[in-house]
């Protein structure tokens, strides 16, 4: 599992990119083409064409670091566009981390979560407080 501090986005390239594109040419498009700044500390994540390897590419405090992996067998599975145009869009740690051991995502589903419940403005809950105290009276 990735362990990233919750300001940091990921950034998923929707099509495939020159597998021979290094970390200078990856961060151009990243400024160029997909409009994010590199200085933030997202990380920004490409496949090759071939869909073998991918490459993680970010700004960690001092310069552009570049992250690798390639498979030996198999493909990395992810959604992408159905044109050529290159767009991003985000993901979760998760499923980067899900991605990266070669699971594939488009049968997978979210079940829900448990979200707090939202304030709610001080009419109410007295008004509630309110047939609690009748409530208990009877």
């Known amino acids: 599992m990735l362990s990233l501090p919750p300001s940091v986005r990921l950034f998923i390239a929707t099509q495939v990119v020159d597998g021979r594109k290094g970390p ?7 400024r160029d083409v997909l409009g994010q700044d590199i200085f933030d500390g997202h990380l920004f994540i490409f496949f090759t064409r071939r869909r073998d390897r991918v490459r993680i590419v970010y700004w960690d ?3 552009i ?36 051991e070669g699971i594939d995502l488009d049968g997978a589903r979210r079940r829900p979560r448990w979200q707090p419940r939202r304030r709610v403005d001080d009419d109410s809950r007295s008004a509630d407080r309110m047939r609690s105290n009748q409530l208990t009276r009877q």
């Open 24 to 30: 200078d040419s990856l961060m151009a498009l990243v």
């Open 61 to 63: 405090r001092n310069g």
């Open 65 to 100: 670091a570049m992250w690798t992996k390639r498979l030996e067998c198999g493909r990395f599975c992810f959604r992408a566009a159905g044109d050529d145009a290159v767009d991003v869009r985000t993901i979760e740690a998760a499923e980067l981390a899900l991605i990266l």
